[in-house]
């Protein structure tokens, strides 16, 4: 009980000396569960319903009853299950996400990994998969960066749920040019073949759910996926910590009877 009386004395004296920062602003105080300012809490747009039941992006003019796809997942569906988001990358989480992946602001790690888990937990269970893989950066951008930050976000979310990481599996076998800036047809086309699988006996038959930090238009989840398939996985499905407005468009609904999902 003495013990427990020193530690917590310790603790409040060590906020009195180093008192909590906004993980996205850097404003003094924050608040739980994402180690954020009232503020930056407050400013985070959620990706909710209404929005494709394939691909995740957002569907304009519906509500959140029925069972809606896009136009293009129904002329041309991606190769996962589905696709999910938790925010949407703007504001501070935009900034956040930039200093963690370009600055090497590694204790923004924290929060970005609640934000998924907190995503995770509203789509799925841990027993829906049995693999979780990271979206692998090339080798040349991992020496030039020193991390990958799908991997340091899918181990975060490996502790808490339990499912395993594999961070080698699913690799960059060819270095692409960025994305930002090209077309759908370009990213394409850019992305085409880039991802290999290390071992496919990790993947065989097995549901696998693929991890990254943005997506736009979704190409790199459906590129990924894909080589994943091709090594004999049983089911793909994706999250990303946020969706890029730009890339979600307006995507036109379409109504499919249940009979037909």
């Given at each position: 009980?003495?013990?427990?009386?020193?530690?917590?004395v310790r603790e409040s004296f060590s906020s009195l000396l180093f008192p909590p920062v906004c993980s996205f602003c850097d404003a003094l105080g924050?608040?739980?569960?994402?180690?954020?300012?009232?503020?930056?809490?407050?400013?985070?747009?959620?990706?909710?319903?209404?929005?494709?039941?394939?691909?995740?992006?957002?569907?304009?003019?519906?509500?959140?009853?029925?069972?809606?796809?896009?136009?293009?997942?129904?002329?041309?569906?991606?190769?996962?299950?589905?696709?999910?988001?938790?925010?949407?990358?703007?504001?501070?989480?935009?900034?956040?996400?930039?200093?963690?992946?370009?600055?090497?602001?590694?204790?923004?790690?924290?929060?970005?990994?609640?934000?998924?888990?907190?995503?995770?937990?509203?789509?799925?269970?841990?027993?829906?998969?049995?693999?979780?893989?990271?979206?692998?950066?090339?080798?040349?951008?991992?020496?030039?960066?020193?991390?990958?930050?799908?991997?340091?976000?899918?181990?975060?979310?490996?502790?808490?749920?339990?499912?395993?990481?594999?961070?080698?599996?699913?690799?960059?076998?060819?270095?692409?040019?960025?994305?930002?800036?090209?077309?759908?047809?370009?990213?394409?086309?850019?992305?085409?073949?880039?991802?290999?699988?290390?071992?496919?006996?990790?993947?065989?038959?097995?549901?696998?759910?693929?991890?990254?930090?943005?997506?736009?238009?979704?190409?790199?989840?459906?590129?990924?996926?894909?080589?994943?398939?091709?090594?004999?996985?049983?089911?793909?499905?994706?999250?990303?910590?946020?969706?890029?407005?730009?890339?979600?468009?307006?995507?036109?609904?379409?109504?499919?009877?249940?009979?037909?999902?």
């Amino acid at each position: 009980m003495i013990r427990a009386y020193i530690r917590e004395v310790r603790e409040s004296f060590s906020s009195l000396l180093f008192p909590p920062v906004c993980s996205f602003c850097d404003a003094l105080g924050t608040e739980e569960p994402f180690d954020l300012c009232r503020s930056c809490q407050c400013a985070l747009k959620w990706v909710s319903p209404p929005f494709c039941e394939h691909c995740g992006r957002p569907l304009v003019g519906l509500s959140s009853d029925g069972i809606n796809y896009c136009g293009r997942c129904l002329s041309a569906p991606p190769p996962y299950t589905r696709a999910r988001y938790a925010v949407f990358y703007e504001g501070g989480l935009r900034d956040g996400l930039l200093r963690f992946k370009y600055h090497a602001a590694l204790h923004v790690g924290g929060t970005l990994s609640a934000l998924l888990i907190e995503a995770f937990e509203k789509y799925w269970r841990p027993e829906d998969f049995h693999l979780i893989l990271p979206v692998p950066v090339h080798r040349k951008r991992l020496v030039q960066r020193g991390f990958n930050q799908a991997l340091l976000l899918a181990r975060k979310l490996s502790r808490v749920s339990g499912i395993p990481v594999a961070p080698r599996t699913l690799v960059k076998i060819r270095d692409t040019r960025p994305q930002v800036g090209l077309t759908l047809k370009e990213r394409k086309i850019n992305l085409s073949k880039s991802f290999g699988i290390a071992c496919a006996q990790d993947v065989r038959d097995r549901s696998i759910l693929l991890v990254d930090d943005v997506a736009t238009t979704g190409t790199t989840l459906a590129e990924a996926s894909k080589t994943i398939l091709d090594a004999g996985a049983q089911s793909v499905q994706a999250l990303a910590l946020a969706l890029r407005a730009d890339g979600a468009g307006s995507s036109q609904p379409s109504h499919v009877p249940e009979t037909s999902a």
